[in-house]
């Protein structure tokens, strides 16, 4: 058994277990492996162990790996996840390379993503990036900001809306963890009731998964976990 194939099995019960705790059907919760800055062996590892679906953050590595792996191992059908921050110039290769983008946070780039989705390909699943802890050195919309940026997206015609994301503030306290988790599930009721068809509260790391699933996560997104330390781009 591989380092990765091990460690994807300890994420699996842990998520498991938080999910049981929660009172929640641990089938309700899905694993997003985040690759960036590893290598497709990695990534290849990952999938020969049941996981078929991964995270990126870098434009250019992604296509880099996502074109390799289509190449050489067409038989695996992976999903791929834009979870990084979203530069104008970098939409046209994720609206055609990618299944989901997490991390949308202006109406413009999601009008980009929209405009520039292929018409052959499924509409694009979207995330609406919130910054729920207000730091300045993340990216996301405001919680006060978000209403608005929900009703332009949700009218997009390559789009779908499927839910909101967050990278809360770190916090080694469990209660503490909590907290922005809890106003994430918040938001997220709020829109559903107000008529939105959300299903997707993607919130929770390595260091607060559990915390995330307590609060509602449906897909909690785990990098070092699983892969260990990163490799630096480029590396194969």
Known sequence: MSAITDHLQTVRTRVCRAAQQAHRDPSSVNLLAVSKTQPVSAILEAAEAGQLAFGENYEQEAVRKIMEIRQNRPDLKLEWHFIGPIQSNKTRAIAEHFDWVHSVDRERIARRLSDQRPEDMPPLNICLQVNISGEDSKSGVRPEELADLVKAVSGMPRLKLRGLMA????????????????????????????????????????????????????TVRIGTAIFGQRHYPGKR
């Not at 469990?174 to 939105?196: C, D, I, N, V, W």
């Open 167 to 218: 990278i809360p503030e770190p916090q080694s306290d469990p209660e503490k963890q909590r907290q922005p988790f809890s106003a994430m599930k918040t938001l997220f009721e709020e829109l559903k009731h107000t008529g939105y068809d959300l299903d997707t509260l993607s919130m929770g790391m390595s260091d607060d998964m559990e915390a995330a699933i307590q609060e509602g996560a449906t």
